[in-house]
């Protein structure tokens, strides 16, 4: 009977030990669940933020090469507005050197004959105004070209500074870009750490848990057993104390073109809007009608799309889509006045006019700075999606 006593008493020490350690640990492991649910919160936020930034500079990476591209575009056109350029200067120039030395030759006497040849006065002052006339062509064609050939080259030096701070632009988003991915992958293993501490600890706490129990459970039935003793009774029942915990811990489950003019529907457009759609087309294609009513079409498909502003000026203005709006082209443009056919081509389109060729298209490049498919028309490049 004392052996028994004995048992049982220290049963039940070994219960209140068991007990004591398990309540002593629970609240420290409590306060680090606690810390480390907090820090993965914080991490989630921040990584969900850092995802967001991502995706705004990718944006802005797509607007500053979409700059570069048709900076691009136009600095190849200038270069070969520039070429055509001097050749035409140069063949001026031949033609009064051709003129300079047949009249060195010659002298003056064919201008004399002709003068002293006149019938009249009236005849006289006639054939000097001629003779001053040709004078006054030859030089003013080499000024025009000369001043030809001086805003084109003044276009191109802008047009290439404009390049280099577009791609300077392009580095810089770059370089942002690099940096958040960086700190997105840093704070990403940051949360993996703490994410795996978390459930390590959970798992830890289940096991302490799954123990108690068990030690429990153990403890109960040994008292029972101990109380069935002292008390005389020696029956055999059988005891499920073994399988407490269950045992469902396993793992869960599981060339040419068609010129056709189609009416696209008119818009009820004037005003101003008038005049900076008659000055882009000036600015952005050959003044012949088709060229200019192809690039009014892309113009007026993006108005009524719904990815783009919903106003002729709006989408002429839109940031980083027509290169004369920043290159100040445009504006040089509507202080001068745009053309007569620019006009008429506005007016045309704003009446629904569309060039069936491009009527799917909303974007356009100079053709000879791109290899993109597209419809060709007075040297631009038609396509439907960048």
């Known amino acids: 009977m004392k052996l028994r006593s004995k048992r049982r008493g220290h049963a039940l020490l070994a219960l209140f030990c068991s007990l004591v350690f398990l309540f002593s640990v629970f609240p420290v492991y409590a306060e680090d669940q606690k810390s480390l649910e907090s820090k993965t919160s914080d991490l989630q936020e921040q990584l969900a933020g850092i995802n967001q ?4 500079i990718s944006d802005k990476i797509s607007t500053a090469e979409m700059q570069v591209e048709i900076t691009n575009g136009e600095i190849q056109r200038t270069k070969d507005s520039l070429a055509e350029a001097k050749a035409n200067e140069a063949r001026q120039y031949d033609d009064m050197k051709t003129r300079i030395k047949y009249m060195y030759e010659t002298g003056n006497a064919t201008l004399l004959e002709m ?3 006149a ?11 001629f003779i001053q006339n040709i004078s006054n062509y030859d030089r003013d064609m080499l000024v025009q070209l000369q001043k030809t050939r001086k805003e084109i080259n003044d276009k191109k030096e802008t047009l290439e500074d404009q390049q280099t701070s577009l791609v300077k632009i392009q580095k810089d988003l770059e370089k942002q870009q690099d940096e ?10 940051d ?10 600890l959970r798992a830890e706490e289940a096991a302490k848990a799954k123990a108690k129990a068990e030690a429990e459970a153990k403890a109960k039935a040994e008292a029972e ?3 069935n003793i ?9 005891s499920n104390s073994g399988n407490t915990d269950g045992g469902n811990s396993g793992g869960g489950s599981g060339g040419g073109y068609d010129d ?3 009416n696209g529907g008119a818009s009820n457009i004037g005003g101003s809007d008038l005049d900076v759609f008659a000055a882009i087309l000036d600015c952005e294609a050959m003044h012949d009608y088709n060229s200019m009513l192809a690039v009014a079409t892309v113009i007026m498909n993006r108005v009524n799309s719904p990815i783009f502003p919903n106003s002729i000026t709006d989408v002429v203005y839109a940031s980083g889509q027509f290169e004369p709006v920043w290159s100040g082209r445009l504006d040089s443009v509507l202080s001068s006045g745009p053309s007569s056919l620019a006009y008429n081509v506005a007016q045309d389109a704003i009446n629904g006019a569309r060039l069936a060729a491009v009527q799917d298209c909303y974007y356009f490049l100079y053709a000879g700075a791109t290899d993109r498919p597209g419809v060709n028309i007075g040297n631009n490049l038609f396509f439907q999606s960048w």
Do not use: R
């Open 53 to 56: 930034d991502l995706l705004s």
């Open 115 to 117: 003068l002293f040849s």
């Open 119 to 129: 019938e009249n006065m009236t005849d006289f002052l006639n054939k000097a105004d």
């Open 180 to 189: 958040l991915e960086q700190k997105a992958k840093e704070t990403s293993t």
């Open 191 to 200: 949360l993996e750490t703490y994410q795996a501490q978390l459930a390590q």
């Open 225 to 227: 057993a101990n109380a």
């Open 230 to 238: 002292s008390g005389g009774n020696h029956s055999g029942g059988g």
């Open 260 to 262: 056709t003019v189609v």
